[in-house]
């Protein structure tokens, strides 16, 4: 079995899954749909709300995508200074894979969903199984 590219296009995969849904509480960047495909938003990520045990644990995010690329870029852009930035980067680069992870269901057949990271960025990547 091979992998194809899944586009962020509206057909593919559609961008509610991250607007609506993954980033909901986020802010536009100036730059975001700006008519270039860019889509950039920036937003504070508690991981508080999704496990009580990192209570005081959030960051400030930077999300970026192009339409039809196939992978979003997570960028962390700021942490609490009382915490330490390995830790806080670990939890937030952990809750997203886990998040993206969830994508690879019944509902969304066939979609790969694969992680790299480099340094305090992490690259979401789509694909979808091919014979």
């Known amino acids: 079995m ?23 509480n986020f802010s536009f960047a100036p730059d975001h749909r700006n008519g270039k495909g860019v889509r950039h938003l920036v937003g504070t990520v508690n991981l508080a709300d999704y496990n009580k045990e990192l209570l005081g644990l959030e960051a400030i995010v930077d999300v970026k995508w192009n339409w039809g690329d196939s992978f979003i870029t997570i ?13 806080v980067r670990d939890e937030v680069f952990k809750h997203y894979r886990q998040v993206f992870k969830a994508w690879e269901c019944p509902e969304n057949e066939g979609l790969v969903v694969e992680f790299y990271e480099l340094g305090d960025k992490l690259n979401v990547i789509f694909y979808f199984e091919c014979e």
Do not use: Q, S, W
């Open 75 to 87: 960028t962390l852009l700021a942490y609490n200074p009382t915490e330490n930035l390995h830790e």
């Open 2 to 24: 091979g992998k194809i590219a899944a586009p962020i296009d509206n057909k593919n995969l559609c961008e509610d899954g991250f607007e609506d849904d993954v980033f909901r």
